[in-house]
Nanobody
């Protein structure tokens, strides 16, 4: 099985920073894209940022210039550095990874259980 475990959520004041980490473990041949998504109360899950295996990144317009995604391919981890946080960033943040478990298999999407980020005004 493949497991994704997030860490780093919590409560922070507006303007503050948080760093989310996600570790991918299990039987893994390769990890393609990795990313972070979030879901605020009463809203649909939305993309925050993604990074592919070559380091190319993509960000939601709402977080550009404030959030930075990075990955460590040797450790199978992805990090989301969140600066200048706003109350509207409050959500459960989910880690996502597109994983190929065996060389002959198609990649599959895996999700973490989520970590809560609360930004107070």
């Amino acid at each position: 099985q493949v497991q994704l475990v997030e860490s780093g959520g919590g409560l922070v004041q507006a303007g503050g920073s948080l760093r989310l980490s996600c570790a991918v473990s299990g039987r893994i041949f390769s990890i393609n894209a990795m990313g972070w998504y979030r879901q605020a109360p009463g809203k649909q899950r939305e993309l925050v940022a993604t990074i592919n295996d070559r380091g190319n990144t993509n960000y939601a317009d709402s977080v550009k210039g404030r959030f930075t995604i990075s990955r460590d391919n040797a450790k199978n981890t992805v990090v989301l550095q969140m600066n200048s946080l706003k109350p509207e960033d409050t959500a459960v943040y989910y880690c996502n990874a597109d994983v190929t478990r065996e060389y002959y298999q198609y990649p599959m999407d895996y999700w973490g259980k989520g970590t809560l980020v609360t930004v107070s005004s």
